[in-house]
């Protein structure tokens, strides 16, 4: 196991809330997030706003977790979602939340399952934060789709996402020794947010296959490119191969929001992204069948790009 390099990720601030698409703010952060993407697969997104919900995020993460359960994560989806991300011995719930009934939803589906009499409080933080991610989402996947000319695509792209929220905990070393959190992975969906507490562990490989401690700020989200955005660009992109390494004496709390594609929809690269040069990489793929074959293989040890063996040309 790698004690890791530290490294600190290129931050792009999104927290201008009225940031228009075409202009000059813009500009400039399509060519930072082109950059850092082209670099690291990876950036750091900071959104000051998210910082009014961090103490009642974590605070109440704490206090949910602190029940006999080891693990507890917790699936949101704002469209019907089925199936799970990752092992389902780890589902503790999975739901899903439409806009007029989120906090509701949230409320009987959610907090109940941690604290039997709910908890208002904390259900309205994660309607906030689950609004303030996803907003952010969609606007970096606008501008990934700009970067490569393929813009006109974004709405269609952004009204078949399915999100879910994950809530992680990582608890602390109990030897001392560097204790692995989550295995060498690539995300299997577009584009994953994480929001950590101030705990570090999160390691990512860079263009020297080196693991590198990342440590964000605590406005900061860490912007991950999955592989289904990388099939959907024809290889565009690469995505980020990354583990969880618990090395401090002190427990780790996570939120992560996954936005993959909704069941039926296929994941094909468009026509402009295709030529001579760059012929197609994968056949269309449904993200969801896909994942059933996606967990299948990870249970069973299986290493290597799971996609290029499902529908790679
Ligand atoms: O906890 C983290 O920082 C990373 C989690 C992760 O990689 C995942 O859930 O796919
Ligand atoms: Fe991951």
Redesign the pocket.
């Known amino acids: 196991m790698s004690s890791g390099t530290p490294i600190k990720l290129p931050v792009i601030d999104f927290s201008n809330q009225n940031l228009k698409p075409g202009s000059p703010e813009w500009d400039s952060m399509k060519h930072r997030v082109r950059e850092a993407l082209e670099e690291f697969a990876c950036f750091e997104a900071s959104l000051d706003q998210v910082l009014e919900l961090r103490d009642a995020l974590f605070g109440a993460m704490e206090e949910a977790f602190d029940l006999p359960l080891e693990t507890r994560k917790l699936y949101v989806s704002d469209k019907p979602f089925r199936g799970y991300y990752?092992h389902p011995s780890k589902l503790l719930e999975s739901m899903t939340i439409d806009e007029a009934q989120i906090a509701e939803n949230i409320e009987q589906r959610l907090t109940t399952t941690m604290w039997p009499h709910g908890n208002i409080s904390f259900s309205k933080t994660l309607v906030s934060f689950t609004q303030q991610s996803t907003r952010l989402e969609k606007t970096i996947r606008r501008l990934i789709l700009e970067i490569f000319g393929v813009e006109k695509y974004a709405d269609e792209l952004i009204d078949n996402t399915n999100y879910m929220l994950?809530l992680?905990k990582?608890k602390a070393p109990q030897n001392g020794e560097p204790t692995s959190?989550?295995v060498a992975?690539t995300?299997q969906n577009m584009v994953?947010l994480?929001y950590?507490n101030e705990v570090d562990?999160?390691q990512i490989h860079n263009k020297d296959g080196e693991w590198m401690d990342v440590k964000p700020s605590p406005n900061s989200f860490?912007v991950v490119v999955g592989e289904s955005l990388r099939a959907w660009l024809n290889g565009g992109l690469s995505s980020n191969y990354?583990h969880?390494l618990m090395k401090e004496n002190k427990t780790r709390y996570?939120v992560?929001l996954f936005a993959g594609t909704r069941a039926g929809y296929h994941v094909k690269a468009p026509e402009e992204l295709v030529n001579d040069k760059n012929p197609i990489m994968f056949k269309p793929f449904d993200y969801e069948e896909y994942l059933r074959f996606y967990s299948a293989q990870v249970s069973l040890s299986h290493f290597g790009s799971h996609l290029q063996a499902y529908c790679g040309v």
């Open positions: 990752g994950k992680s990582y959190g989550i992975h995300d994953t994480l950590q562990g999160l860490i990354h969880v996570v992560g």
